[in-house]
C-alpha cells in the first residue's frame, strides 16, 4: 500500500498515525502544532495516551511528520483528516478547522498534478458538513472534480481515550460514508490491513454516516442516563442491589451489559457534544428528540444528586476539607473536559469548602484549570489522609487498592461513585456509602 497521511496529531490523530505505520504503511503526519511535528519526528509521543509510547518505538522510519501540505499530497494517496471540530453554542459541531486544513490540502492538489487521492473526514461532523460544506471547498479551490480526480469518505471512529489504541486496532465496526464504490473500497482496504479482527464494514452514502455517528453516542448516552436513574432509585429501596440488577439487564442480548452501570454521568470531549448535535439536528428538520433532551436533564441531575449527598455528609461532620480521588471524566486519560470530578470541584469551592484532589494522570491539567483554588495531593494514601470525606469519582484500578491502612480520620466518609471498593474491607472507622446502593455498604 503507498502511504498514508493524517492531518491533526492530536489525541485521536496521532494514535491513528502510529497505527498505521506499526501495521506496515509509511505513514506522514501534519499539525499546525510544530511541537507535535517535532515530537514525532523524534520519536516521542506528543500526547498522553497509554501504549502510544510503544507503538511509535516500533515504527522505525515509517512514521514521519511535516507541515508542508505539498509534501502530504506527494507522499500519500489517502488523507484522514482528525482536526478539531468545536461545538457552537446551538449543539452543531463548527468545521472551521475541517476547512482550514482542505483549503491547504486542495491547493496542494490543485499543484500535485495527481491521478486520485482520497480524503477521509474522521472528525466528527453535523451531518451535511461533507456535502454541503467540504466538498464544495475540495472542488473550488482545486478545480479538481469528486469522483473522478478525488473521493471523500466520512469515517469517524468510535473509540474512548484511554484506550484508543486497542479500540482501533479491535473495532466492532467500520463506519465508511462514501461518495462513490471506489472510495469506499479503497478505505475498506486500508482498515482490513489494520485491524486484527474482522469488524462489520458499515458503508452508506455520506449523509447516513454523518448520522450514525451521533445517534450511536446519543443512544450510548440515553442507556447510561438509564442506569443512573435506575441507580438513584436503587439508592431509595432497602434491600436493591444497582450491580445485580444491570448485571442481570445486561445479559439479555437486546440491552448488552456496557455503559449499563448505574454511577455518574457522562463527560469527557464526545457524549456529551454529540448528544447536544444530535438534539440540534433533530431541530434542524423539525423534530423534537424527546428522549436525547432527557438524556442531558439526567445527566445534570446525576452531578447535583452527588453534590446534595456530599453537601448531607458535610452538614453532619466538622470538616470542611473533601478529597477527591479521579479528576478526569474516566480512568486511564488526563483529559478533565466535562468530567463529574471537575463539575463537583466547582459547585464545593462556590461552598467555601477546601479541596484536595488526586488522579494518576490528570494533575497537570486540573493544575492548569483550577491553580491554587485546591489543593493537590501526591498520592492516593496522601489525599486520603487529609479529609475525612472522600469521594471517589472513577474506577480507576490504583484505587482499587485503598484499605484499612489508609484510614487515618476516624471517622471517615467514603462515597464510592462506581462501588469499586469491598466495604467490608474496612473496620468502623469508615462510613461507606455506593451510589445505587442503600446508604452503609452493599444489601
Ligand atoms: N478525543 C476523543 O475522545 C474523540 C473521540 C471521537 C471523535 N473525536 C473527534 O476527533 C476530532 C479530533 O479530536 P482530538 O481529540 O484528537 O482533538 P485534539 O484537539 O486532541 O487534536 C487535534 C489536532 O489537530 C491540530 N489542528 C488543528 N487545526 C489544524 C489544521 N488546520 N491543520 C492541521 N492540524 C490542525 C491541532 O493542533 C491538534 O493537534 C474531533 O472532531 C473530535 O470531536 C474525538
Redesign the pocket.
Known amino acids: 500500500m503507498k502511504g498514508l497521511s493524517v ?7 496521532a494514535c491513528f498515525a502510529a497505527c498505521f505505520a506499526y501495521k506496515g504503511i509509511p505513514t506522514l503526519g ?4 510544530v511541537d ?1 511535528v517535532d515530537a514525532i519526528n523524534s520519536g516521542k509521543s ?2 498522553v495516551e497509554p501504549g502510544l509510547q510503544d507503538l511509535i518505538d516500533s515504527c522505525e522510519s515509517r512514521l514521519k511528520a511535516t507541515q508542508d501540505y505539498e509534501q502530504v499530497l506527494t507522499e500519500s494517496e489517502i488523507t484522514f483528516l ?4 468545536p461545538s457552537s453554542q446551538s449543539g452543531h ?1 463548527s468545521d472551521k ?1 475541517l476547512q ?2 482542505l483549503k ?1 490540502l486542495s491547493e496542494a492538489l490543485k499543484k500535485a498534478g495527481k491521478e486520485y487521492h482520497l480524503f477521509v473526514i ?4 453535523s451531518p451535511g458538513s461533507s456535502e454541503d460544506n467540504l466538498i464544495p471547498l475540495i472542488e473550488s479551490v482545486s478545480g479538481k472534480k469528486l469522483n473522478r480526480d478525488f473521493g471523500v469518505c466520512y469515517s ?6 484511554g484506550s ?1 489504541i486497542s479500540d482501533f486496532l479491535n473495532p466492532d465496526l467500520i463506519l465508511i460514508g462514501e461518495s462513490d464504490q471506489r472510495a469506499g473500497d479503497r478505505l475498506e482496504a486500508v482498515y482490513k490491513a489494520c485491524c486484527e479482527n474482522a469488524p462489520y464494514m458499515a458503508r452508506m452514502s455520506l449523509i447516513s454516516a454523518e448520522i450514525m455517528k451521533i445517534s450511536l453516542n446519543s443512544y450510548v448516552t440515553m442507556k447510561i442516563s438509564f442506569a443512573n436513574t435506575l441507580a438513584n432509585i436503587c439508592e431509595a429501596v432497602p434491600g436493591a442491589n444497582i450491580d445485580d440488577i444491570t448485571k442481570a439487564l445486561g445479559a439479555d442480548k437486546r440491552i448488552s451489559p456496557h455503559y449499563l452501570q448505574g454511577a455518574l454521568g457522562y463527560g ?3 457524549f456529551p ?1 454529540d448528544n447536544n448535535a444530535f438534539l440540534a439536528f433533530a431541530a434542524k428538520y423539525g423534530v423534537d428528540a424527546m428522549l436525547a433532551k432527557s438524556t442531558d436533564s439526567v445527566n445534570e441531575f446525576q452531578t447535583n444528586h452527588l453534590l446534595h449527598q456530599v453537601g448531607e455528609h458535610i452538614s453532619n461532620s466538622n470538616n470542611n476539607v473533601v478529597s477527591i480521588l479521579g479528576l478526569a471524566y474516566k480512568p486511564n486519560t488526563p ?1 478533565i473536559e466535562e468530567s463529574a470530578a471537575k463539575k463537583l470541584i466547582e459547585e464545593l469551592i462556590k461552598r467555601d469548602l477546601e479541596v484536595i484532589v488526586y488522579d494518576p494522570l490528570a494533575m497537570d491539567n486540573t493544575r492548569n484549570h483550577f491553580g491554587e483554588d485546591i489543593l493537590y495531593a501526591s498520592s492516593v494514601r496522601n489525599c486520603l489522609s487529609n479529609s475525612s470525606l472522600c469521594i471517589i469519582t472513577t474506577p480507576d484500578k490504583e484505587f482499587k487498592s485503598i484499605d484499612d491502612s489508609y484510614i487515618i480520620q476516624n471517622p471517615t466518609i467514603i462515597i464510592d461513585c462506581w462501588r469499586i471498593l469491598e466495604p467490608s474491607r474496612f473496620s468502623e472507622r469508615v462510613r461507606y456509602f455506593g451510589i445505587g446502593i442503600p446508604s452503609g455498604g452493599k444489601s
Not at 501534519?30 to 502544532?33: E, Q
Open positions: 492531518v491533526g496529531l492530536g489525541k485521536l490523530g501534519l499539525d499546525i502544532n507535535f506528543p500526547v482528525v482536526v478539531p471540530t459541531f478547522y482550514d486544513s491547504h474522521t472528525s466528527t461532523v469517524p471512529e468510535f473509540i474512548a481515550l484508543v469527557g470531549p464526545c457534544r483529559e
